[in-house]
Structure formats: C-alpha cells, structure tokens
C-alpha cells in the first residue's frame, strides 16, 4: 500500500564484527590503508590526507594535494582509507578496480586483506560536502584475487551538486565491472535533508539481494548480489571542473566528516563457504 510505512533496518541476527568510531588519537591501522588503489600509482601519490580527533576522522582534500593517478586519472584528488589491496606484479594488468583501459601496476603491493567481509550489514554515519567539486563515497568492491570477483555494491555516493538544505540525491546500487553474474543496477534517490548535516547510511548484503537504507529506512533494493568476499572503500574526490573559486585557499581544507563505520555479521551466512571476514589480519 501507498500509505505502508518504510521498511525499518532489523539487526536481528546480526552480530558486530568491525566497528570504527574513531575515539583514539590516530588511524588503525589494522583496519584501514591510508591509500587509495595504489597498485596503479604509488604509496606516496595516494596517500590519504586526514586527521582523527573529537570522536571524528576527517578525510581531507587540501590546497597543495597532487592528483593521485595523473596518468589515467587526469587531475582527480582523493583522500581514502581501504580495507584490503591486491595486485598483480609490477607493469601487470592485475588488480583491483581497474578503472580504465590500460591500466598497468605501477608499484607493487603486498596482499592484505584487513576487512572483508562475504555478505553482512554494512553502516556509516557521516556528513557530506555540498561543494559542487567534490564527491563522498562508502562503497564496496571485490577482494579480486580472481579477475571476476570485481563488481561494486555503492553504499551511498554523494556529489556536492546534489546537497541543498531541504534535499540530497543519493547514488546507490550495483556495478558490474568484470563480475558477469551482476547486471548494472545503480539509481541516484532523493531525500528529504541536508546531506550536510551527519547521516547513518547502510546496506544489507545477503546471498539474495542487496538493501540500501537511509537513517534506518529502507531506500531501495537490488536483485543483484556479489557472492565472494568484498572490502570497504571510504573516500572524498575532488575533480577539476566547478566553478572557479573568487579565493582557492579560503576553500580548503575540504572535509568529509566520518562519526563511525560499522561491519555486521549474520548468523544464518557465517558458516557459508568462503564467507568467513578477515579482520585485521596486517599492517599497511
């Protein structure tokens, strides 16, 4: 019916199995990477720009960062935390999320899987940019250790653009990839808010489907579910059209405000094949 309330997030049957709330004084490093997709640039490009203090971690964009893949990325920014990285040897075409035709490993990287999970319910709350050049992101992607393990599940993906006072359009859903068992299945949803102010974003993965919620409604689902283990990208993108700032530098630092990321377990998939999450298993 028309009228039926929203569906409500049930964590029945879930229990907790990875929580940052970022109460300490630095990154842990035995949950997150600090890097973003370094295989195809370097440690030192992709380095994240953050701070962590006040119970918040602050993924930053700053006047002075450098573009993070010049050569297949043009003049993109991105600060970003990752749990896990794969990639093949150097001048290799393996690895994970190979975001553009031509793609090589320009340095290589030793495998590390800190978190990732195989179905669960993943949650964050935080606080978008409503800056028209930036963009901030909770998605998923394939562990890829096999080139077909590689489709997305998009938590939530906010562009600046998008963020008014009484409403945000949220991008939410499915990609392919490499993955044929997925179909593309990804749509932007409006809500009523400010995504500048902190939200509680999540989805719920199971071997059936995929559910997004908003603030603990249901928003929307997908028949599409990846079925290999996935790790959790966190990120804040700066791209170079917009319009021109009357004074660059009163514009940053850019924050992507982050109170806390939760990972949860259900009882019924914890004894699947293959579904068992690596948590903190390394160091970056």
């Not at 971690?57 to 297949?72: K, V």
């Not at 077909?148 to 906010?158: G, K, L």
Request: charged share 25%; net charge negative; aromatic share 12%.
């Amino acid at each position: 019916m028309a009228d039926d309330p929203p569906a409500r997030l049930d964590r029945t049957g879930y229990h907790l199995e990875f929580e940052d709330d970022f109460e300490g004084r630095s990154l842990d490093r035995t949950r997150w990477l600090p890097h973003y997709l370094p295989q195809w640039s370097s440690r030192a490009a992709s380095a994240a720009r953050f701070e962590i203090g006040e119970s918040l971690l602050r993924l930053r964009i700053d006047l002075d960062q450098r573009p993070w893949c010049q050569e297949w990325d043009g003049a993109l920014r991105v600060s970003s935390l990752q749990t896990g990285v794969f990639a093949g040897p150097l001048g290799s075409p393996i690895g994970q999320h190979r975001f553009a035709p031509g793609v090589v490993v320009r340095e290589a990287q030793e495998p590390m899987a800190l978190y990732t999970p195989k179905y669960g319910l993943i949650e964050c709350r935080a606080r978008a940019l409503a800056d028209p050049t930036n963009m901030v992101a909770l998605w998923m992607i394939g562990y890829e250790d096999q080139p077909e393990r590689s489709a997305e599940i998009c938590i939530f993906e906010i562009f600046g653009r998008d963020v008014f006072a009484d409403s945000t359009r949220i991008g939410m859903g499915v990609h392919p990839f490499g993955d044929p068992t997925i179909d593309d299945d990804f749509e932007r949803v409006s809500v009523e808010f400010d995504a500048g102010e902190f939200h509680a974003y999540a989805a719920e993965w199971t071997p059936e489907r995929v559910r997004f919620f908003v603030n603990e409604e249901l928003v929307r689902e997908v028949a599409r579910s990846p079925a290999y283990p996935m790790q959790l990208m966190l990120n804040v993108y700066e791209f170079a059209t917009g319009p021109a700032p009357t004074s660059a530098a009163d514009r940053y630092p850019k924050e992507f405000l982050v109170d806390w990321v939760r990972g949860w377990r259900h009882d019924q998939t914890a004894d699947q094949p293959g579904s068992n999450s690596t948590v903190g298993s390394g160091l970056g």
